[in-house]
Structures are given as C-alpha cells and as structure tokens.
C-alpha cells in the first residue's frame, strides 16, 4: 500500500522567513495531495492541495509543488507569520481509493 | 452552514467495556471516513462509507472494530472489549462526492481507556 514519509519533523523558523516541509509517496498511482494544518487540540484543516496533472499551485503566502517523477511534494509558507506555527500533515490518495494516506506531521514554531 | 460534528468530544471508559462514538457529516455529504490519531502522530485511515455502504474497511485494525451509516448520513462507529491501546482521538471527515475531493474533518472524540 501507499507510504508517506514527511520531513522535517520539527521547523523553527524566524517570523517573516520562509518554511519548507517535504514529502514522499511510494505508489505512483496516487493522483490527489492534501496539506492539513492542525492546530493543538483542534481538528485537521486543509490548507491547500494539488493533483497530478498539475507540478504547481499557489494560495497568497502558500504554495505547493509536486514532481511526478521523483515522487515528492513540498509546501513552501513565505513570509511567515506567528499564527503560522502548528504541526501540518501532508497526504497522499490513489487514484480510484479515497482514503488518504498521512506523513507524519512536521511541528513548525515561527519565532517572533 | 454547520461543520462535520462528533460526538461525545470526550470520553473515558474502563478496558473491556463497549463504547460508541456518533459522526454528523456535512448535510448533502455522500462519503464519510473514520481515521485514528494517536499522540504526534498522522491520522489513520478506519473506514469510508460512500452511502450506506462501507466502500473500504480496511483500515479497521481487528474485529472488535465496526462500524455502520445506515441512512448514509450519521455513522457510529463502535468498539467492543476496549483495551488501552485504543486510546486515541478518532476523527471523522466527509466529503462531497466520489473521486478525490476535499475532506473535511470534524473536531475528533478523545477516547482514554483506562
């Protein structure tokens, strides 16, 4: 079954840097990633997400890349801001399969 | 309008004893997912519903675990002979229709079982 490996799994970073958080999938058959960002004691939100047939997608301070061929997608967060920092999780899903598949989560602190 | 609700929010039972915990979709969602978050952890796939029907149970770790929507909106999903390892926050999500939509997941029950 699919696997998804998540790295960092903590990120401090000053406020207005940028943050990096990069995942890996196993089956190339998953078309659809999600990032959820959770924060302490609420429920997982999703941020934003891309699907295959797209390498790129931008939301205001937030984007998401995916390379097919590698098999990873990243988040990149610029201009952080304090209210940034929670744990986010990506996620992968098969084509055909609805579940996702979690990472790990990365825990990111911005640092005033 | 209203979010994915779950309920109790919390709760705390004895190892062995029977426990159910209540999932309120968003109205007009047709599938519903059960995952299992353990501390630091990524949430874990259960179950997903499309309708009334479990499309995928796989998930579900071993039989004591079950789970049922039988008018394909509210689902309960149901854990007999509690042991301490199920302690976690299971968490509900639904979504619109079938293929790769966005999930939207409700605030979770904290199970404790002590």
């Known amino acids: 079954g699919e696997n998804v490996e998540q790295h960092p799994s903590t990120l401090s970073v000053q406020e207005g840097d940028s943050a990096v958080i990069k995942c890996t999938y196993s089956?190339?058959?998953?078309?659809?990633f999600p990032w959820y960002k959770q924060e302490l004691g609420k429920r997982p939100q999703l941020i934003i997400d891309?699907?295959?047939?797209?390498g790129e997608k931008k939301d205001q301070r937030i984007a998401v890349t995916l390379n097919k061929t590698a098999k990873h997608f990243s988040l990149h967060i610029t201009e952080t801001q304090p209210e940034d920092s929670a744990v986010y999780f990506c996620a992968a899903s098969m084509r055909g399969a609805q579940k996702l598949v979690f990472g790990q989560g990365t825990r990111l602190t911005i640092n005033p | 309008g209203a979010g994915v609700s779950q309920t109790p929010s919390n709760k705390v039972t004895e190892k062995g004893k029977y426990v159910e915990l209540r999932c309120d979709p968003i109205s007009g969602h047709t599938a519903l997912y059960w995952y299992r978050q353990s501390l630091g952890q990524g949430p874990e796939f259960l179950i997903y519903?499309?309708?009334?029907?479990?499309?995928?149970d796989s998930g579900l770790p071993n039989d004591r675990f079950f789970a049922v929507r039988p008018e394909g909106s509210v689902s309960t999903l149901k854990i007999q002979r509690t042991e301490r390892g199920d302690s976690a926050v299971y968490l509900c999500?639904?979504?619109?229709?079938?293929?790769?939509?966005?999930?939207?997941f409700g605030p979770g029950t904290r199970l404790t079982v002590l």
């Open positions: 999500a639904s979504s619109g229709t079938s293929g790769n939509n966005e999930q939207f």
């Open positions: 891309i699907r295959s047939n797209v």
């Open positions: 519903f499309q309708g009334t029907g479990a499309a995928d």
């Open positions: 089956d190339s058959a998953s078309n659809y």
